[in-house]
């Protein structure tokens, strides 16, 4: 898995962007579409992980992976759960709020939650590795912004994680 942060970032765009968008007919599409949507999983949690890896041996005190790696895992159990069973997924029209309706109601805020927790641990990850010091919200705050245009900074940010993995600084990592 830590040969993902050795890509190129065309390679990358290429797995990530052309696999998500393609469009074939069925069983094609949700293959090709499925490998886009685990390359970036595997991306994301790449650099979180490893990520802490490299900021221990710059010296600096790591952030807590095990809610990161709950979180990962919660939310890919849940895509897998919706792609398994889509008609739990279904809507009804229904007007009204049913009791059964309240946990689902508490696992899409949950869902929520870790997907946000999961994007800011790698961003601040990715701000920890490049400045090389602790780092607050404001410095990782543009990480997370530009996150939601990531076709942009997959091109900036891929050529920044080759150089930091890539380091003989910290080659034993």
Not at 34 to 55: C, D, L, M, R, Y
Not at 115 to 127: E, S, W
């Amino acid at each position: 898995m830590k040969k993902i942060l050795h890509a190129k970032h065309w390679q990358l765009f290429i797995l990530i962007f052309v696999c998500g968008a393609w469009v074939s007919p069925e069983p094609l599409q949700t293959i090709v579409n499925s490998i886009g949507a685990v390359t970036f999983s595997w991306w994301i949690f790449a650099i979180g992980f490893f990520g802490q890896q490299k900021i221990i041996s710059y010296g600096l005190k790591p952030m807590n992976l095990a809610l990161f790696r709950i979180n990962f895992f919660f939310i890919v159990l849940a895509v897998i759960a919706g792609l398994l069973f889509p008609s739990l997924m279904a809507e009804e029209n229904s007007e009204t709020l049913k009791l059964a309706d309240i946990p689902f109601i508490a696992f899409g805020l949950y869902f929520m939650f870790a997907f946000f927790q999961v994007i800011l641990f790698t961003c601040k990850t990715i701000a920890k590795l490049t400045e090389r010091r602790e780092v607050t919200f404001g410095d990782y705050l543009v990480n997370f912004i530009l996150f939601g245009f990531l076709f942009v900074w997959l091109w900036i940010l891929q050529p920044k994680l080759n150089r930091i993995f890539s380091d003989p600084e910290c080659a034993a990592n």
